[in-house]
């Protein structure tokens, strides 16, 4: 929660953060306060981005994969055009991250290591397991811990559009944008 704008507002940059959850807002306040960092926050729905004003932003960076954890490619038309209107223009830039599920379901990646750790008697395995569909994969994140001699099991799973670069762009053109670089 709140990587991009922790980053950003370490470099200096002036960072203006948003998210539909008030409960993810509450966090990010809290990381950028234990660390002394300004960071205006509110509680929008990136599909319109409503409390921003038009052409307010430099830059709008949607990270994490968000974009994706959209319901449908209808509801990505509505956040591409958010995020268009309210970067300024001529100059504005608008930064996308994703994930290419497409390429890991092609390759037979379905279930990922993405740490293992064994110091002294603390050992941690984090797992990914995807489970494709034709439209959606979901993504099931498995934290094996062992602390003194006790064991825990925590997932949590979230859904995500499959889609490439080339779909990306396709829509992006859909939706008003010019110029584009992957």
């Not at 990587?3 to 470099?11: E, F, H, N, P, R």
């Not at 981005?49 to 709008?60: E, N």
Request: with cysteine.
């Amino acid at each position: 929660t709140g990587i991009q704008s922790i980053g950003l507002a370490q470099k200096g940059f002036d960072v203006f953060a948003s998210d539909i959850s008030k409960r993810m807002v509450t966090i990010l306040l809290s990381k950028a306060d234990e660390r002394r960092l300004h960071i205006t926050t509110k509680v929008a729905d990136f599909r319109t981005l409503k409390p921003w004003p038009m052409s307010f932003f430099d830059a709008v960076v949607c990270g994490g994969n968000s974009l994706t954890l959209l319901s449908n490619l209808l509801e990505v038309k509505l956040a591409l055009v958010s995020m268009r209107r309210v970067v300024k223009r001529p100059g504005g830039i608008v930064i996308i991250g994703l994930h290419n599920y497409l390429m890991l379901k092609q390759e037979g990646r379905s279930i990922i290591l993405r740490r293992a750790e064994i110091k002294d008697k603390y050992i941690e395995v984090v797992l990914d397991i995807r489970l494709f569909g034709s439209q959606r994969v979901e993504v099931t994140h498995v934290f094996i811990r062992r602390k003194e001699e006790k064991w825990s099991i925590r997932t949590y799973s979230k859904s995500y559009i499959c889609m490439s670069a080339k779909e990306l762009y396709n829509t992006m053109l859909e939706t008003g944008y010019k110029r584009m670089q992957f």
